[in-house]
């Protein structure tokens, strides 16, 4: 058949753009060879939420002496707090099923695989049925990287060493779980974990945690899970797994760590192979497509969006991507903005972020006022958070006094991020976000908290 558009992949970049192109009254295909909803709602974002929601919940009970709450016999049923998680997903896949129905995308599940172009467009396989698409969206998403490490792929083939999908759906608790790598899947993964009971050690070959994110805040995000029991080793690099044991060298001696699961978490990689993108000419590099700003390839006609084109593989930045593609499909201007992508590490507390950090705006050389508060400086924050020790950093121009960035180790983090968000992208100035009305109480108005201590 023959389509305005064909998506392949059908994650949060694809199936939205469907949905947008759908709406706006385009033809559209899209294809997805595994479970509508992609990574975050079937082995990310969603699935990793429900499970450390129950943690939060068993931890505040098991912790909730000092808030006068106490309890006996509490217990976490780990296969049940699995099977909710299961019909969360379901639900939602469900609905992300019966919306592109409602608006008309014609779904196929299967593998599409590009073929090549002729006068009507992009010629796409799926089976033994080929499809024409005038334009095409390459949203196939991303996989979990292996690295070249001795023991690693025998270790995942034995189920000894699971990547972020298995470990959604462990039968049983394991006792001890080694996690190699203290990025964002390792740090919720270990939380969730940490909390129901299993010995958890991370092994991160960086000497921190969280990546690119603050450092003082990851610090202090480390030390926090350190007094939960958690134990980090840092600066290490792991060079082999033998079945249950992982290897690592640290300070130049080698040591090992004996686990019932190990959690590969050292980053993803595009899914770009087995797509045909060589039959049109896409050009890559190492391993995703390469985009400019309006989401569009090498190729005419052919746009990518989300993790396949490896800038910021976040399922928040895939929606906006796909939105900027069908944009300019459909032949409207629209540009993807990085700056104000926020990101999110959903440990307890949350850890969240947005705009430039310190480390970055010395980077670029950007003249900053920095101001930072302990979060106790809310009230709110104060009332939830018994001997809580979270940190909130703005960062504003100081010449033209423009917001730069926030930082926040808090709870409810993840939600008040947005405010911040907003005040980059639209690059409000701090008198600007005077005027601006935060309810009270609530943990965010830290934001304007800071905001009156920056310099007149
Ligand atoms: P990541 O890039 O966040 O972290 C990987 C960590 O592994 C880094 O700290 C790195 O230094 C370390 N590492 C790399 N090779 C290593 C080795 N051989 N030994 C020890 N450590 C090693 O990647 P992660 O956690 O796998 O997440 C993948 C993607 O999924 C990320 O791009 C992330 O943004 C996304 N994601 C986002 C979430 C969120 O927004 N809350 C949740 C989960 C995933």
């Given at each position: 058949?023959?389509?305005?558009?064909?998506?392949?992949?059908?994650?949060?970049?694809?199936?939205?753009?469907?949905?947008?192109?759908?709406?706006?009254?385009?033809?559209?295909?899209?294809?997805?060879?595994?479970?509508?909803?992609?990574?975050?709602?079937?082995?990310?974002?969603?699935?990793?939420?429900?499970?450390?929601?129950?943690?939060?919940?068993?931890?505040?009970?098991?912790?909730?002496?000092?808030?006068?709450?106490?309890?006996?016999?509490?217990?976490?049923?780990?296969?049940?707090?699995?099977?909710?998680?299961?019909?969360?997903?379901?639900?939602?896949?469900?609905?992300?099923?019966?919306?592109?129905?409602?608006?008309?995308?014609?779904?196929?599940m299967g593998e599409g695989?590009?073929?090549?172009?002729?006068?009507?467009?992009?010629?796409?396989?799926?089976?033994?049925?080929?499809?024409?698409?005038?334009?095409?969206?390459?949203?196939?998403?991303?996989?979990?990287?292996?690295?070249?490490?001795?023991?690693?792929?025998?270790?995942?083939?034995?189920?000894?060493?699971?990547?972020?999908?298995?470990?959604?759906?462990?039968?049983?608790?394991?006792?001890?779980?080694?996690?190699?790598?203290?990025?964002v899947i390792g740090l919720?993964?270990?939380?969730?974990?940490?909390?129901?009971?299993?010995?958890?050690?991370?092994?991160?070959?960086?000497?921190?945690?969280?990546?690119?994110?603050?450092?003082?805040?990851?610090?202090?995000?480390?030390?926090?899970?350190?007094?939960k029991g958690m134990k980090?080793?840092?600066?290490?690099?792991?060079?082999?797994?033998?079945?249950?044991?992982?290897?690592?060298?640290?300070?130049?001696?080698?040591?090992?760590?004996?686990?019932?699961?190990?959690?590969?978490?050292?980053?993803?990689?595009?899914?770009?192979?087995?797509?045909?993108?060589?039959?049109?000419?896409?050009?890559?590099?190492?391993?995703?497509?390469?985009?400019?700003?309006?989401?569009?390839?090498?190729?005419?006609?052919?746009?990518?969006?989300?993790?396949?084109?490896?800038?910021?593989?976040?399922?928040?930045?895939?929606?906006?991507?796909?939105?900027?593609?069908?944009?300019?499909?459909?032949?409207?201007?629209?540009?993807?903005?990085?700056?104000?992508?926020?990101?999110?590490?959903?440990?307890?507390?949350?850890?969240?972020?947005?705009?430039?950090?310190?480390?970055?705006?010395?980077?670029?050389?950007?003249?900053?006022?920095?101001?930072?508060?302990?979060?106790?400086?809310?009230?709110?924050?104060?009332?939830?958070?018994?001997?809580?020790?979270?940190?909130?950093?703005?960062?504003?121009?100081?010449?033209?006094?423009?917001?730069?960035?926030?930082?926040?180790?808090?709870?409810?983090?993840?939600?008040?991020?947005?405010?911040?968000?907003?005040?980059?992208?639209?690059?409000?100035?701090?008198?600007?976000?005077?005027?601006?009305?935060?309810?009270?109480?609530?943990?965010?108005?830290?934001?304007?908290?800071?905001?009156?201590?920056?310099?007149?």
């Amino acid at each position: 058949m023959k389509f305005d558009l064909i998506v392949l992949g059908g994650g949060p970049a694809g199936y939205n753009a469907s949905e947008k192109a759908a709406h706006a009254g385009l033809s559209v295909l899209c294809i997805e060879k595994n479970s509508l909803g992609g990574v975050c709602l079937n082995e990310g974002c969603i699935p990793t939420k429900t499970l450390l929601y129950s943690a939060k919940l068993y931890d505040g009970v098991a912790h909730g002496d000092k808030y006068g709450v106490t309890a006996e016999n509490l217990t976490l049923d780990h296969k049940k707090v699995v099977a909710r998680k299961n019909k969360v997903v379901k639900l939602l896949v469900g609905g992300v099923k019966s919306t592109l129905k409602a608006k008309g995308v014609t779904v196929i599940m299967g593998e599409g695989k590009i073929m090549g172009k002729n006068d009507e467009g992009f010629i796409v396989k799926v089976g033994e049925e080929e499809h024409i698409g005038a334009k095409l969206l390459i949203a196939a998403g991303s996989v979990a990287a292996v690295p070249p490490i001795p023991g690693l792929k025998e270790g995942l083939a034995a189920g000894y060493v699971v990547t972020n999908r298995e470990i959604l759906s462990l039968d049983e608790k394991p006792e001890k779980l080694v996690v190699i790598g203290g990025g964002v899947i390792g740090l919720e993964m270990a939380s969730y974990f940490n909390s129901i009971g299993t010995e958890v050690n991370i092994v991160e070959m960086l000497d921190h945690i969280g990546g690119a994110n603050d450092a003082e805040l990851t610090s202090l995000l480390q030390k926090n899970y350190e007094r939960k029991g958690m134990k980090f080793i840092l600066g290490a690099k792991v060079t082999e797994v033998k079945e249950n044991e992982v290897v690592y060298e640290l300070n130049g001696e080698i040591k090992s760590l004996v686990a019932d699961k190990i959690l590969l978490s050292i980053g993803r990689r595009a899914a770009s192979q087995e797509l045909g993108l060589e039959n049109i000419g896409v050009e890559m590099n190492r391993g995703a497509v390469v985009t400019d700003e309006k989401m569009r390839t090498n190729v005419e006609n052919v746009y990518a969006a989300g993790d396949i084109n490896g800038k910021s593989m976040l399922a928040h930045t895939a929606y906006r991507e796909g939105e900027v593609a069908v944009n300019n499909i459909l032949g409207k201007d629209d540009t993807m903005n990085y700056n104000a992508v926020p990101s999110v590490i959903y440990t307890n507390p949350e850890l969240a972020s947005v705009g430039e950090t310190e480390a970055t705006a010395k980077e670029k050389g950007i003249d900053y006022e920095l101001v930072k508060l302990p979060m106790r400086y809310s009230g709110r924050y104060l009332a939830e958070n018994e001997g809580g020790d979270g940190v909130f950093k703005l960062l504003v121009d100081k010449k033209s006094k423009v917001v730069l960035g926030v930082q926040a180790l808090s709870n409810y983090a993840s939600e008040f991020i947005v405010t911040a968000a907003t005040f980059v992208e639209k690059k409000m100035t701090v008198e600007d976000v005077k005027t601006v009305i935060f309810p009270h109480p609530t943990v965010g108005e830290i934001i304007r908290e800071a905001i009156f201590q920056c310099e007149e």
